[in-house]
């Protein structure tokens, strides 16, 4: 191990304290408060980190494919919303197949806040019906297609007995859908690359996502070919990220497009070393790349949410993994490199052009097309990047992997880089097809998978069972393996993990329960099995139970 490498882990594990690594290194189920080593305190002060609880206090499960969320021993959920559910007195409804989520605490109280849901697509079955003979949908499918994607604003809170619910009374909860107007930022603006429009339709296909430093939510495009054309929209105006704020609907939702227009997966923004903002993320497709964009300007807290403006203008990078290398995906790169191909030079005549056909540009620059990229985050411990390579059979990588990118001089506005793969999906480590990523404060990755539903207890993924949530320490002697915390319903993927401040909680998404059913009368999951109900419904959850 290089002397980089060995400084780096030695400072991530006093960041950290040693209880998690402790924990980690002598076994599961046990605290080890003792164990926490002088020093580990002002370490942790150093960091800005307090650490509250380990995410390794628990007794993994084992793989199952019981029709449930199911949780290690001591663990609980309550389904705060499913698909359908009236959110507020206006009646609006909770989207459905719900992903992404993101809690803001209201004034920074522990027990009630808003939580950000995205909802990414839809269904014929459960809930637009089917296309007509000539394959096309009515016009009142089109607004549930439309209805029923985008995001949730929802008032949740925790009442006396510790279970999180659902507040209809709030003067915050709405809906953000295929239907809101969104006015687009940066150089696309306006431009020829997107028909001319400064405000666009609506905001669909919504994946993941992050949140700002000055407490606003990004929700990522992704895939939204389908949407756009049953509903005969512009493509152009979607595969976007979108900027809302919870709490403030004067605040206009809108579409920053100098960060590229692909299939978003997600976005997670730190600070570089002089203070722009760094915004990393991935294009969920098949050989596709990692990105990140920079800020022309600094970060400045005070101004608030007029910081929003910094994602307006900037540097657009990819990254090459041969060359260690981020590409920033200019005009004139991308002309140059085109010279002579008349196809290319008549597509990437403006910087808009650019953005739109990001990923285009991307490759044609020798960024490295890698294996589906989902989420993107970065580790609050030592800056480093971690990128889940979900998996990509078109050359034998069925099981995905996680990456990690190490910034050179650890600062994100570094344009070169070295990486490493820090976990692999199979059989050896239990899991498959890892996507969205979160960190707990005992330097633990929260990582879930999405096995698809038509691949899930098939053939080479029959190991594995249902999808599940898997906890991988990033410091100590079992970094990189991968403990089972909790298993999804049959055919359902869990998305969008998100802790409460001080981690007594963790919403999660379990979406598509019951995909691949066929007929209405013979569902193949009944998930969430509410009383009286006749079919499965995608749904957000709180876990409760994690021990300090
Ligand atoms: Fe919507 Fe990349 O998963
Ligand atoms: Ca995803
Ligand atoms: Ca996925
Ligand atoms: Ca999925």
């Not at 027990?111 to 096309?136: A, F, S």
């Not at 290319?344 to 739109?356: C, G, I, P, R, S």
């Not at 078109?394 to 990486?419: A, M, P, Q, V």
Request: contains cysteine.
């Amino acid at each position: 191990m290089t002397e980089e490498l060995n400084r780096r882990k030695f400072l991530t594990y006093v960041g950290t304290g040693v209880t998690a690594l402790t924990v980690a290194s002598s076994g599961l189920g046990m605290l080890a408060p003792k164990a926490e080593a002088k020093g580990a305190k002002a370490a942790s002060h150093l960091f800005g980190f307090n650490k509250k609880v380990s995410g390794l206090n628990f007794k993994p499960i084992e793989p199952t494919d019981k029709d449930d969320l199911v949780l290690p021993k001591g663990y609980k959920y309550d389904v705060i919303a499913s698909y359908g559910d009236i959110i507020n007195q206006k009646g609006d409804t909770f989207g459905y197949n719900n992903d992404f989520t993101m809690f803001f605490p209201i004034q920074g109280s522990k027990d009630r806040g808003l939580l950000w849901v995205n909802h990414e697509y839809t269904n014929e079955l459960w809930v637009t019906g089917p296309k007509d003979k000539n394959g096309k949908f009515t016009k009142s499918q089109i607004e549930k297609l439309l209805y029923n994607q985008g995001g949730s604003i929802i008032e949740i809170y925790r009442d006396e007995e510790g279970i999180w619910k659902l507040d209809t009374k709030s003067k915050y909860a709405r809906r953000i859908t295929g239907l809101t107007p969104f006015k687009l930022t940066g150089p696309a603006k306006g431009s020829k690359a997107v028909g001319g429009s400064d405000v666009v339709q609506g905001t669909f296909a919504n994946c993941s996502g992050g949140k700002t430093l000055w407490n606003t939510v990004l929700s990522a495009e992704e895939n939204y070919e389908k949407t756009s054309e049953d509903a005969n929209l512009d493509e152009r105006h979607y595969g976007w990220i979108v900027e809302v704020d919870p709490f403030d609907a004067s605040f206009a939702p809108r579409k920053h497009t100098a960060l590229g227009r692909f299939h978003h997966e997600n976005s997670s923004m730190g600070l570089t070393n002089d203070g722009r903002l760094a915004v990393y993320m991935g294009d969920d497709k098949k050989d596709a790349c990692v990105y990140k964009f920079i800020s022309k300007n600094k970060y400045i807290k005070s101004r608030g949410k007029a910081n929003s403006d910094l994602l307006e203008e900037g540097t657009l990078y990819a990254a090459n993994l041969k060359d260690g290398k981020w590409v920033a995906l200019t005009l004139e790169a991308v002309r140059e490199k085109a010279a002579g191909n008349k196809e290319m030079l008549e597509k990437f005549q403006t910087q808009a052009d650019v953005l739109v056909y990001a990923s285009e540009a991307a490759v044609l620059l020798g960024a490295t097309p890698t294996d589906r990229p989902e989420d993107v985050e970065i580790s609050p411990f030592d800056k480093t990047v971690f990128i889940a390579h979900t998996n990509n059979s078109d050359h034998g990588n069925i099981h995905g992997h996680i990456t990690r990118f190490l910034e050179s001089n650890d600062d994100l506005g570094s344009l070169t880089f070295d990486f490493e793969i820090f976990a692999c999906g199979g059989r050896q480590s239990g899991f498959s097809a890892p996507d969205n990523l979160t960190f707990d404060s005992g330097g633990n990755l929260w990582t879930v998978t999405d096995i698809s539903s038509s691949s899930v207890n098939k053939g080479v993924h029959s190991t594995f069972k249902n999808n599940g949530v898997f906890v991988i320490p990033t410091i100590g002697q079992q970094e990189g393996e991968a403990f089972q915390f909790a298993s999804a319903p049959v055919e359902a993927e869990l998305t969008g993990p998100c802790f409460t401040d001080d981690e007594t909680a963790l919403f999660l998404s379990v979406q598509h329960p019951g995909e691949e059913t066929e007929d209405k009368k013979n569902p193949t999951s009944m998930w969430p099995h509410r009383k009286g109900d006749n079919q499965p419904r995608p749904s957000v959850v709180a876990i409760t139970g994690f021990k300090y």
